[in-house]
């Protein structure tokens, strides 16, 4: 069974977890049929967890000290721990051949840069949106408690400033979008891939703050001829294969 670590907050069943990175795993899982659980722990456990089973660090701090990230997994059929989502997918593409290939050969670069540029160029859009929501009742005291102390510069933005976020997010999108066939549920068209993990996390990372019932959640599911919709019901249209805790507020 695969162990896949995101990070605490006071959602619970479906809800749990929140990483974007953790997203795009959950999804790769998810289209490959792989079961897994997912273990949430509080942001400040990250490091201490990450080395007690051997996780490496993703990259390294302003300092030079080695930065460890969420998500990393455990693989208890292979012994294997692997850390940053990329890696962790490229992985399961390897170890289980038999399920679909989310970096089709050939498209190594491609996948892996999507990802980088779209961080960049979709997400920081909306970050400052979400970010001056923090904190929700939905954060544990202890995230709520690392943001303020790592992120101090994550201020209340305007109605304007919270109006142009969105419209950036909504118009990057649009870039994605316009490069896609009028009816392609998929980046590549008619199959899955890495990049549609990315798409994917950016958008369910925004349920913690948005869900079903809100309206910015339903707009942005009409977005473009409601292609963003599209994607998130390929996935909820797939057996699940998270296994629940028996704890439901682990
Ligand atoms: N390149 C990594 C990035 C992962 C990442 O940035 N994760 C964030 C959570 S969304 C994290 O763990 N941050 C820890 C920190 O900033 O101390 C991946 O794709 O897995």
Redesign the pocket.
């Known amino acids: 069974m695969i162990t896949l670590y995101d990070?605490k907050t006071l959602h619970t069943g479906t809800r749990r977890g929140i990483?974007?990175?953790t997203w795009k795993v959950r999804f790769a899982l998810r289209f490959k049929g792989i079961p897994y659980t997912l273990r949430c722990i509080e942001?400040g456990d990250?490091e201490a967890t990450a080395k007690s089973i051997g996780a490496l660090p993703?990259?390294k701090k302003a300092d030079g000290s080695p930065?460890y990230?969420?998500?990393f997994i455990q693989d208890s059929k292979t012994g294997k721990v692997i850390?940053?989502?990329?890696d962790i997918i490229e992985y399961l593409d390897i170890t289980y051949p038999e399920t679909i290939s989310m970096i089709p050969k050939g498209t190594r670069l491609l996948q892996g840069y999507f990802g980088q540029a779209a961080y960049k160029i979709i997400a920081t859009q909306i970050m400052p949106v979400s970010a001056s929501l923090i904190p929700t009742p939905y954060h544990t005291q202890g995230m709520a408690e690392w943001f303020r102390i790592t992120r101090p510069d994550f201020v209340k933005v305007s109605p304007e400033q919270e109006k142009e976020g969105w419209e950036k997010f909504r118009s990057e999108l649009g870039e994605v979008a316009r490069l896609m066939k009028e009816t392609d549920v998929f980046a590549m068209g008619d199959r899955v891939s890495f990049a549609d993990c990315v798409l994917f996390g950016q958008l369910m990372v925004l349920k913690f703050f948005w869900n079903e019932e809100t309206t910015e959640w339903k707009e942005m599911m009409n977005w473009h001829g409601g292609r963003w919709g599209r994607l998130i019901a390929a996935y909820y249209n797939l057996p699940d294969v998270e296994v629940q805790p028996e704890d439901p507020s682990s």
């Open positions: 990070l990483s974007p990175h942001m990250i993703t990259s930065q990230t969420i998500p850390s940053d989502s990329f």
